[in-house]
């Protein structure tokens, strides 16, 4: 019943539905721009295969992490989840508004057990950033096709810019990272970079745009702190090329779609003075969530509750002048991820994952002070800075929470990945013991 799992991919001998769940879990991630079927089916019954292998072989549900840190930052990332499922369950108007709401933490948990568990090696980690690159890229370039030649994908999601947004945001620091740092060959060095920004561009999306400038340069300084400088300009004046040259071809493809589309981008960044144009309309929404939130501070309202507790409550929004009052929209999320985790389950959940985003940051930050590491925790390293910083900022136009049908799968399984590689600092940890005793 067991199977050597190719030892290069995991160590040890592992058994059959192992190796099954390996490649389901890393499948399901990988493909979920093809719509949630993808990721649903690949998780859900990779997930099943781990409990089949806890009831008829005893083996671990999940492992925990090396170092003592990393189990306090997984603690805290629990805490914020489990938090959010138990607020959702006092506050939900019925079971099925529950099951709506929770299943999104449920989700996140589920996908940090299976990293955990299957992801917990170097080479495991290999493995899957290969397959998932090679699977993106075909997908990324399916989008570019969709604005070059009108190609519809099976995922109709990614006909909307705000979904191409947040996965260009995603792909960026995994394609720059591999490129700068993974096992790539010279073409792929400048290819993989040069795909990610375009896929940014083509997103149309000005949150992406902006969230992408803050992600390049958090990588940027990132390699200059290497002492890679030039490394880096290289790299980023062969990007820029590379994403002339695709726009060069777009605008001869498809000029009116591509003109129009960055000139209301572009008058959009441009109307700071503006407020209401300069975040879209989205203003009036956060004041009348801040509303929402003051009603229930403590255990909120449950993420899938917005859209009917907003059509309740649109005439109070429009007579307090929170809204327009010719602004007939029921909006169905806050369009801001720090609002909505306040809106959904209350301070407990954005102080728990607030925490957790800042010792990950910690931990990140040490570890890219340490001047040994070796090009895979380098990577590692700069992959989750560039993603942290890059949601961060969407965070506050968007929520990569709300993608949970489509992409989200992916910043729950690179974050989950923080968690537990690269190792926490040992030294700085066994030297910080030390002086405590």
């Given at each position: 019943m067991c199977a050597r799992f190719g030892g290069k991919y995991m160590t040890g001998t592992v058994r059959l539905y192992e190796k099954y769940a390996f490649y389901l879990f890393i499948l399901g991630v990988s493909l979920t721009a093809l719509g949630p079927a993808a990721h649903y089916i690949g998780v859900g019954i990779a997930f099943l295969l781990i409990v089949y292998g806890r009831l008829r072989y005893r083996d671990k549900m999940w492992r925990m992490p090396g170092t003592v840190y990393d189990f306090r930052v997984l603690a805290v990332t629990s805490a914020a989840l489990i938090w959010s499922m138990t607020a959702n369950a006092l506050s939900a108007p019925s079971f099925y508004m529950f099951g709506k709401s929770a299943s999104v933490s449920l989700e996140f948990l589920i996908t940090i057990l299976l990293t955990l568990r299957l992801l917990g090696s170097d080479a495991a980690r290999d493995r899957f950033?290969?397959?998932?690159?090679l699977a993106n890229i075909v997908l990324s370039l399916t989008v570019v096709a969709r604005v070059l030649f009108g190609v519809d994908m099976p995922n109709g999601a990614l006909s909307n810019g705000n979904v191409i947004g947040v996965y260009s945001l995603l792909l960026l620091p995994v394609f720059c990272a591999y490129a700068f740092y993974g096992d790539t060959r010279a073409v792929g060095k400048y290819f993989l970079p040069a795909l990610g920004l375009a896929i940014v561009a083509v997103s149309f999306s000005s949150g992406a745009w902006i969230?992408?400038?803050?992600?390049?340069?958090?990588?940027?300084?990132?390699?200059?702190?290497?002492?890679?400088?030039?490394?880096?300009?290289?790299?980023?004046?062969?990007?820029?090329?590379?994403?002339?040259?695709v726009f060069a071809v777009l605008l001869s493809f498809n000029e009116n779609v591509v003109v129009q589309s960055f000139k209301r981008e572009f008058n959009q960044l441009c109307s700071v003075a503006n407020i209401e144009k300069f975040t879209n309309h989205?203003?009036?929404?956060?004041?009348?969530?801040?509303?929402?939130?003051?009603?229930?501070?403590?255990?909120?309202?449950?993420r899938d509750?917005?859209?009917?507790?907003?059509?309740?409550?649109?005439?109070?929004?429009?007579?307090?002048?929170?809204?327009?009052?010719?602004?007939?929209?029921?909006?169905?999320?806050?369009?801001?991820?720090?609002?909505?985790?306040?809106?959904?389950?209350?301070?407990p959940a954005i102080i728990l994952f607030g925490l957790s985003c800042l010792m990950l940051l910690k931990k990140l930050a040490l570890l890219m002070k340490n001047s040994s590491q070796g090009q895979r925790e380098l990577m590692w390293t700069i992959l989750g800075l560039t993603t942290l910083f890059g949601q961060f900022i969407w965070g506050l136009s968007n929520d990569v929470f709300d993608q949970r049908r489509d992409i989200a799968i992916i910043f729950w399984t690179i974050y989950s990945m923080l968690i537990v590689y690269p190792k926490y600092n040992e030294r700085s940890a066994s030297n910080e013991r030390a002086e405590r005793r």
């Open positions: 950033m290969k397959i998932f690159i969230a992408a400038f803050v992600e390049c340069v958090v990588l940027a300084v990132c390699v200059i702190m290497n002492r890679r400088p030039f490394f880096c300009a290289k790299k980023i004046l062969a990007a820029i090329v590379c994403i002339a040259a989205r203003s009036g929404i956060w004041r009348s969530t801040l509303y929402f939130i003051g009603e229930n501070p403590i255990i909120g309202y449950g509750t917005f859209e009917d507790n907003y059509a309740a409550k649109a005439d109070i929004f429009r007579d307090r002048g929170f809204i327009n009052r010719n602004d007939k929209t029921i909006y169905y999320h806050p369009h801001n991820m720090y609002l909505n985790i306040l809106y959904d389950a209350g301070i």
